[in-house]
């Protein structure tokens, strides 16, 4: 049976970004073994990540016990403002002692946009060691989500076949907004996450974050579910309170 979710509410965007960066040093150093965190695009995440990076929190992450992986990923170079990857270059990767062999981006140049997919299919294989997942054996250690206005998460947008996808681990999509060509974890992979958290503020985002918390069917994000914990951080003004 899933648990019920975890919510946590914080006064704005920036004591989300301290509080989530507190939780998750917590849990990286609960052991020793490697982990691997599943990245997210979006505005309050890159607080997240630019906080990682000052001095204050990047001594006390164990960066080579740490593995980097992308959940989404725009259809465009890794030099271009879009790429969620050169956002998270910009905002920590750059400033961090992360092994480079422990990053491990979507590719986006030399491969087609399927190709894209495939190839990062394989890399989520290869570093699971194995072709089919394990309900007691999780992918991600943790998977940092966003809330898009319209309800997707990830790039799993609404009337979109990725919806569906029971077997692969990686698809193609078609977004509704440009750079519309995007390449997405479906939710079996997302699923395979000890704990799965939502990074949500803003007053724009209040009425979705209350549709998706209720389950609204018709929300990718009511869809996204894990075999382990589900985190909503929140800032008071998405939260309602």
Do not use: C
Request: net charge negative; glycine share 6%; hydrophobic share 40%.
């Amino acid at each position: 049976m899933r648990s019920a979710p975890h919510v946590d509410v914080e006064t704005d965007a920036d004591a989300v970004a301290r509080h989530v960066a507190d939780w998750l040093i917590e849990r990286l150093n609960r052991s020793t073994a490697p982990f691997a965190l599943n990245l997210s695009g979006g505005s309050t995440p890159k607080r997240l990540y630019g906080l990682l990076a000052d001095p204050l929190y990047r001594n006390r992450v164990p960066w080579t016990r740490l593995h980097l992986f992308f959940g989404d990923e725009r259809f465009v170079p890794p030099d271009d403002p879009e790429s969620n990857y050169h956002m998270v270059l910009e905002a920590m990767l750059a400033h961090v002692p992360i092994p480079s062999e422990h990053v491990h981006p979507i590719p986006t140049v030399g491969v087609s946009h399927a190709g894209a997919a495939a190839t990062y299919e394989h890399t989520l294989k290869s570093f699971y060691g194995a072709q089919t997942l394990d309900p007691l054996r999780p992918l991600f250690d943790v998977t940092l989500l966003g809330l898009g206005p319209d309800g997707h998460t990830a790039s799993l947008f609404p009337g979109t076949a990725a919806l569906d996808e029971k077997v692969a681990w990686v698809v193609p999509v078609t977004g509704p907004t440009p750079p519309r060509q995007r390449i997405t974890l479906t939710y079996p992979t997302l699923a395979s996450s000890r704990a799965i958290a939502f990074l949500v503020t803003g007053i724009e985002k209040r009425a979705i974050v209350a549709r998706v918390r209720q389950g609204d069917p018709t929300l990718p994000a009511s869809h996204v579910w894990s075999a382990g914990e589900i985190w909503w951080f929140l800032d008071r003004a998405a939260a309602g309170v």
